[in-house]
T-cell receptor
Framework: DAGVIQSPRHEVTEMGQEVTLRCKPI?????LFWYRQTMMRGLELLIY????????DSGMPEDRFSAKMPNASFSTLKIQPSEPRDSAVYFC??????????????FGDGTRLSIL | GDSVTQMEGPVTLSEEAFLTINCTYT??????LFWYVQYPGEGLQLLLK?????DKGSNKGFEATYRKETTSFHLEKGSVQVSDSAVYFC????????????FGKGTKLSVIP
């Protein structure tokens, strides 16, 4: 079975450019999570969706960050304009609620973002 | 709010040594507890879980017991292998109905032959 698919795996761009990260969750999963991982701050939850609806975006650092989930099989995280401090690994994860709250989150392999 | 505290790394062990990674938590009620593992260049994978007090989660030789009285969920393995080298994350899910996880900062384990 295909896992969570993220693209691109690596992104290097200059400060001020728009960056779009993409995620395809596991088919049938109804929760989708976006995380950011840095050495200093560890793993931070940015936003999560249930049935394509954003439930909690309190982790989004500022208005430069936005996330959408137009359908059950696709989500984007956009940074505009990007800044060097946005450099991090961004993970997408999905989970299925149908068998209770303790089902695991399945992570993609992440997008390593470098803003020069 | 909920929080998870893990022992600081990195941890370096020789092959076949005993491993303990400490994890304590703060949460209201009775959370569910998890250990995730992250291998280099990959995302996190669920290693084991426990959903109520005194439950023991186990997988691939790793174990952790949910201790309500000490609010702990320490990860143990009797004999580590080089292939266990990874970053280990303790996490909790609060009982209040949310599906989100609260993660610790992670502990990097290196096992040398």
């Amino acid at each position: 079975d295909a896992g969570v698919i993220q693209s691109p795996r690596h992104e290097v761009t200059e400060m001020g450019q728009e960056v779009t990260l993409r995620c395809k969750p596991i088919s049938g999963h109804d929760y989708l999570f976006w995380y950011r991982q840095t050495m200093m701050r560890g793993l931070e939850l940015l936003i999560y969706f249930n049935n394509n609806v954003p439930i909690d975006d309190s982790g989004m650092p500022e208005d430069r960050f936005s996330a959408k989930m137009p359908n059950a099989s696709f989500s984007t995280l956009k940074i505009q304009p990007s800044e060097p401090r946005d450099s991090a690994v961004y993970f997408c994860a999905s989970s299925f609620s149908g068998q209770g709250r303790n089902q695991p989150q399945h992570f993609g392999d992440g997008t390593r973002l470098s803003i020069l | 709010g909920d929080s998870v505290t893990q022992m600081e790394g990195p941890v370096t062990l020789s092959e076949e040594a005993f491993l303990t990674i400490n994890c304590t938590y703060t949460a209201t009620g009775y959370p569910s507890l998890f250990w995730y593992v992250q291998y280099p260049g990959e995302g996190l994978q669920l290693l084991l879980k426990a959903t109520k007090a005194d439950d023991k989660g186990s997988n691939k030789g790793f174990e952790a017991t949910y201790r309500k009285e000490t609010t702990s969920f320490h990860l143990e393995k009797g004999s580590v292998q080089v292939s266990d080298s990874a970053v280990y994350f303790c996490a909790l899910r609060g009982p209040a109905g949310s599906y989100q996880l609260t993660f610790g900062k992670g502990t990097k384990l290196s096992v040398i032959p």
